[in-house]
């Protein structure tokens, strides 16, 4: 009876031991399993980094006309992407940030290929991105080269879904307009095709994010092959490009320039290079850039003074 009294008593004292060496302590224990996810979140961020800046390298080298690899690489090295920002397919869409030196610099959005058959749009997002850490600018530049990953990668206008993007932005008129201008007006050409809805894409949608996260005071939409630079903003007296002139094309229900400058008041310079071997023809980007802050600059002068005299 003794001995089992002890026995019982020794196994009672060994658990009490147990549980004070090994105290249930849950808040630590959800520390460290926070401390993990945020890990791991990390992790997956540094992952999706890793992707963007490989992409870059290796998609912004097979657009056409030269490059520079060292400045490619490096350029590339510092590229991003937003959360959202993902092709129908799963592609990242990545972007490029310059800081402007002026306190009182402008934003400027640039992107090319939001039409994925228009390769010669990319080479001179490329050409900017390549010169921008050399320069300090005195406007902010965002650039996102290759807007339409999976319609670029197939060689298409449109997207995976055969949207076109460009038809695709929550324009006010959208949902009157849209698909009765393609339906009659287009005669359903489906390189024109605006979708079921306004901004049904994700490659749309990433365009609006960038818009609400970078806030841009002005855009350049990069195209071919019309061979023409094309405002929407306010009247101004354009500085001459010697291998592009100005007209205006006007803008399309769910075009950018309809959904920015109609809408929202932001200006739109849609540059439009003639076909697909206009790099070549074109004897200097860096000027094509400079032109569109001068113009940025100049649009943003006249709207100020337009509202001054509104007011
Ligand atoms: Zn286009």
Redesign the pocket.
């Known amino acids: 009876m003794n001995l089992k009294i002890f026995v019982l008593f020794s196994i009672i004292s060994a658990l009490l031991l147990f549980i004070i060496n090994n105290p249930i302590n849950t808040s630590s224990n959800n520390i460290n399993a926070a401390d993990t996810s945020l890990k791991d979140k990390d992790k997956d961020k540094d992952k999706d980094r890793d992707k963007d800046r490989d992409n870059c390298i290796t998609n912004l080298k097979s657009l056409p006309s030269d490059y520079n690899i060292e400045k490619l690489k490096f350029v590339c090295s510092l590229v991003t992407s937003l959360p959202s920002c993902k092709s129908n397919k799963g592609e990242a869409i990545f972007h490029f940030d310059k800081k402007g030196e002026s306190k009182t610099g402008l934003k400027i959005l640039a992107f090319s290929l939001?039409?994925g058959d228009?390769p010669a749009?990319g080479s001179v997002t490329r050409a900017w991105m390549e010169r921008l850490p050399d320069i300090a600018p005195r406007n902010s530049w965002r650039i996102i080269p290759i807007a339409n990953p999976d319609g670029w990668r197939a060689n298409t206008?449109g997207n995976a879904n055969g949207v076109d993007l460009?038809r695709n932005f929550p324009s006010k008129n959208w949902e009157k307009e849209s698909l009765r201008y393609w339906n009659k007006d287009m005669k359903k050409d489906p390189r024109r095709y605006p979708g079921t809805n306004a901004a049904s894409e994700s490659e749309t949608k990433c365009i609006i994010d960038h818009i609400k996260d970078f806030r841009p005071d002005f855009i350049v939409a990069i195209?071919?092959p019309l061979g023409t630079l094309d405002f929407d903003g306010p009247k101004l007296k354009y500085p001459k490009y010697k291998d592009l002139p100005w007209i205006r094309l006007g803008n399309y229900p769910g075009s950018l320039g309809r959904y920015m400058w109609k809408d929202s008041k932001v200006p739109v310079l849609t540059i439009?290079l003639k076909g697909e071997n206009s790099i070549k023809r074109m004897s200097d980007l860096d000027k094509l850039q400079d032109i569109s802050s001068l113009v940025a600059i100049m649009a943003n002068k006249r709207s100020i003074k337009n509202r001054t005299t509104d007011d």
């Open positions: 939001i039409h228009e749009s206008r460009n195209h071919t439009e």
